[in-house]
């Protein structure tokens, strides 16, 4: 008898760090593998955050701090709403956690009951229908596709709200299809979200500074302000300042969520680690360039692998705008044969030839809730990506 309790018996491991790991197990065979499967960037922690958090160890702030994060911290994130998004928060609006990922932890085992349904845009990040699964909801996924470049549309939306739909899931831009909304893809939204009070909306926007094209940032809060009472933005430092080890997620929204997620943090990890927080604080007041350094390589090596992989006969991919992923459609590859004589039934299929001849791990569509796609990260040089692109085309072009 399994001691593990019920509940996760419906929740699967990360399937990122899955593909991660199996590059890393071949790896240790010997086998050169260009792992391109988990999404963090490849920069180091500019100087300054590192010196801040330094300084703060020396100084002693080495305790435990406020549930919901320091006052200088939320006063920071504070500034960056006002500075970057044109919205109005304040430090006690504010909460921070470890990492994005456990802001929406939180916040929807503050808010699930049994049963509640969460409407995922699908491909959606992996650990969304996860997390709602493992808190007793229900993923309602609703496959958005690259027709639509991979966006919600309101007739999707109309059509996926129920009685018992607890939260709406956006992110953008998107991971794993890098899709963005315009201000009024966003309003018209929130024309359809206003006829339904009982649905909270969590707005994703941790890859907001990695966006192309010129393109500018709009924030879900900033379109539909009038749906201020019950959205939940959030962010972290881990994607535009390369800190994702640090840990620092944080999440603006109304009074009764804030408190119910700080009652779940304080009872659980206390708080965010001290120094992570004195280093958010210098990431988010200090200089931006490296932001905007950051930005302009992703975009290079996203002009670099669209163009590669769009050579290459029997993929396709919709040039992302925004966030470091490309996903790339194989549909003709499906029901074909590779030179074992494996038949490529699916986009997991895919993704496992690509691993095991092609040397290159990435992640099948089927992860995201829409197929057959497979994602590959694109935070990683340019010399790795030409690599990467040269042996996935080999691989392909031996499928019979
Ligand atoms: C859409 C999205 N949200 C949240 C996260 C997690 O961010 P954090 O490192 O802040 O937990 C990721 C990381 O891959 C992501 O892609």
């Known amino acids: 008898m399994s001691y593990v309790a019920s509940r996760l018996s419906v929740v699967k491991p990360s ?22 499967g988990l999404g963090e960037p490849d920069f180091p922690t500019p100087h300054h955050i590192i010196d801040a958090a330094h300084f703060a160890a020396k100084a002693g702030q080495t305790l435990y701090t406020a549930a919901a994060g320091t006052p200088e911290v939320r006063e920071a994130i504070a500034g960056k709403f006002r500075r970057e998004n044109g919205l109005d928060y304040t430090a006690d609006d504010i909460v921070i956690a470890n990492g994005a990922k456990q802001i929406i932890f ?3 085992m503050a808010t699930l009951e049994t049963g509640d349904e969460a409407i ?9 229908p996860e997390m709602v699964k493992l808190l007793g909801g229900a993923p309602v996924v609703v496959e958005c596709p690259e027709t639509t470049g991979f966006r919600l549309t309101p007739a999707l939306l109309e059509k996926a709200i129920t009685p018992r739909t607890k939260w709406l899931f956006l992110n953008m831009p998107g991971n794993p299809s890098g899709a963005v909304y315009s201000q009024s893809d966003l309003k018209a939204l929130g024309a359809v979200l206003a006829k339904h009070p009982q649905v909270l909306i969590l707005s994703d926007e941790i890859y907001e500074h990695i966006l192309f094209d010129g393109r500018e940032f709009v924030s879900f809060g900033k379109a539909c302000p009038e749906l201020k009472d019950r959205t939940l933005i959030v962010n972290g430092v881990s994607k535009s ?21 700080s009652t779940i943090q304080s009872q659980s990890c206390t708080s965010v680690c001290s120094i992570a927080q004195a280093a ?25 692998v669209v163009d590669g992989i769009r050579k290459i006969n029997g993929l396709t991919l919709s040039p992302p705008d925004g ?18 004589g494996v038949v490529l039934d699916d986009d997991a299929a895919v993704s496992n030839y690509l691993l095991n001849e092609g040397r290159v791990a990435s992640v099948p569509g089927v992860a995201y809730g829409l197929s057959p796609y497979f994602r590959i990260s ?3 040089s340019e010399e790795v990506l030409t690599e990467a692109i040269s042996r996935i085309n080999a691989a392909v072009a031996q499928v019979e």
């Open 15 to 36: 399937a990122s760090m899955a593909a991660s790991q199996a590059a890393k197990a071949l790896r240790a065979k010997g086998v050169d593998v260009i792992d391109l």
């Open 106 to 108: 939180n916040a929807l």
């Open 120 to 128: 995922l845009p699908a491909p959606y990040f992996v650990s969304y």
């Open 241 to 261: 300042y390369a800190m994702t080890g640090w840990r620092v997620g944080y999440a603006a929204g109304p009074a009764p969520l804030l408190k119910a997620m």
């Open 280 to 304: 958010t604080v210098a990431a988010l007041n200090g200089p931006q360039d490296e932001v905007g350094r950051f930005r302009q390589a992703f975009e290079r090596r996203r002009d670099l």
């Open 323 to 340: 966030a470091f992923y490309a996903y790339i459609g194989c549909a003709s590859l499906i029901g074909r044969k590779t030179p074992k």
């Open 378 to 380: 694109t935070a990683t």
